[in-house]
């Protein structure tokens, strides 16, 4: 089993999204084993978004993320980083797979309705960002 942290992203929340998004988790298998809505602070994306600082997007993107509610997950499953990027599509819209949440739900490259960590080291420190200390269940 493995850990992957994914975020519902400004954009969806304010569509009414959410459910759907999380229905789509559970049938892909996951397990969530943490979940909350947030409001970010800009510095609190600022610091989620810390790798991406010198990306011309940065503040932009920072922007929109602390513009409304998101749903922070904690997610378990075999294989869960790679299988929730694969569920989720490519980072633009436009050039996600059918069938990916961004191609069904992302309205452009920024506002592209997920998240989902790239690899087990992010994957742990974003999971440790939105859910410190033991909020989590102990691994197996
Ligand atoms: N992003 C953007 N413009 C770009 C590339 C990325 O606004 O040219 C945003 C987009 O919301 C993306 C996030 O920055 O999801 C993080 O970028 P990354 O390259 O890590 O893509 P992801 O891992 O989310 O697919
Ligand atoms: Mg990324």
Redesign the pocket.
């Given at each position: 089993m493995e850990r992957t942290f994914a975020m519902i992203k400004p954009d969806a929340t304010a569509r009414g999204l959410s459910g759907r998004i999380l229905s789509r988790i559970e049938e892909e298998g996951f397990e969530v084993l943490g979940m909350k809505i947030v409001h970010m602070s800009k510095a609190q994306a600022e610091g989620f978004y810390a790798v991406h600082r010198e990306r011309p997007f940065f503040g932009d993107l920072t922007t929109f993320m602390s513009s409304g509610r998101t749903v922070v997950l904690a997610l378990e499953r075999t294989d869960a980083i790679r299988h929730w990027r694969d569920v989720m599509g490519a980072?633009n819209p436009a050039e996600a797979a059918p069938g990916t949440i961004r191609a069904e739900f992302g309205e452009s490259i920024e506002r592209n309705s997920t998240?989902?960590?790239?690899a087990p080291d992010?994957a742990a420190f974003e999971l440790g960002y939105w859910f410190p200390g033991a909020e989590l269940p102990a691994a197996q």
């Open positions: 980072t998240h989902g960590s790239d992010t």
